[in-house]
């Protein structure tokens, strides 16, 4: 049975990575935005005008993968920078109009999709659910939540 069990696990994580493609592309094609892009205009739609090190935090990236996203977006005029008035320090993204009129657009990342059906399920379901991840993660050996499964793709823009 542990055979077949591995390779159900296998097979399993293989169509996971396949539904994160196939949805990653049809986002990429439809808005012309990577997953993490989109995110990080979501986040920013929410809280406003943000400090880099805030919006970050709320995307779990790390304030330097956001600085080169936010760069691209800048690059396409989707996304502006502006400087603390407070604390000449910090630097502030906001959404220009272009970068909310395409966010208005974007479909929704596979993550909300995933959110609104993980919530129904019963809560001894979610535990079950959420430590057998956990401990498939510390079998694989994969780093924690970070840069590494969310980074922004070396694609080309499609605005």
Known sequence: MSQDAHDQVLI????IIQAIDIHSRSLKKKSGL??????????????G???????ATQ???SQATVTTII??????????????????????????DKGRQLLEQ?????????????KELQEWEKGMLVASLQRLADLMDAP????????????????
């Open 49 to 55: 005008v943000v400090p880099i090190r805030a919006l």
């Open 34 to 47: 990577t997953t993490p892009q989109l995110l990080i205009m979501q986040a920013i739609s929410k809280l």
């Open 59 to 61: 995307v779990n990236l």
């Open 144 to 159: 924690d939540a970070d840069d590494t499964f969310l980074t922004d793709e070396p694609e080309r823009p499609q605005f």
């Open 71 to 96: 760069d691209r977006l800048e690059a396409h005029g989707l996304v502006s920078r502006e400087r603390s008035q407070e604390d000449k320090r910090k630097v502030h993204a906001l959404l220009t």
């Open 12 to 15: 399993t994580l293989r169509r």
């Open 106 to 118: 974007a479909p929704e990342p596979m993550q909300a999709h995933f959110v609104s059906r993980f």
